[in-house]
């Protein structure tokens, strides 16, 4: 069975089940706001977590620096 270009077998096309009317994405809806605010999560959490590594690394250099000079 071969099949030209021209044939739609419905792969590749995009179904909306929504009409475009009510599919609207709206800037400032509930959707957009839980985006902003995991975002804003997820930044405070790698935040801390660089800080937290800067500071592991800053107590390390200290007990070494404390170690050669004893």
Do not use: C, H, Y
């Amino acid at each position: 069975m071969s099949t030209s270009s021209t044939d739609n077998d419905g792969q590749g096309m995009i179904v909306n089940p929504k009409p475009a009317a009510d599919n609207q994405d709206w800037d400032g809806d509930d959707a957009d706001r839980a985006d902003r605010l995991r975002f804003e999560e997820e930044q405070a959490m790698i935040r801390e977590q660089s800080e937290a590594r800067a500071a592991a690394k800053a107590a390390a250099q200290t007990g070494a620096a404390k170690k050669a000079s004893a």
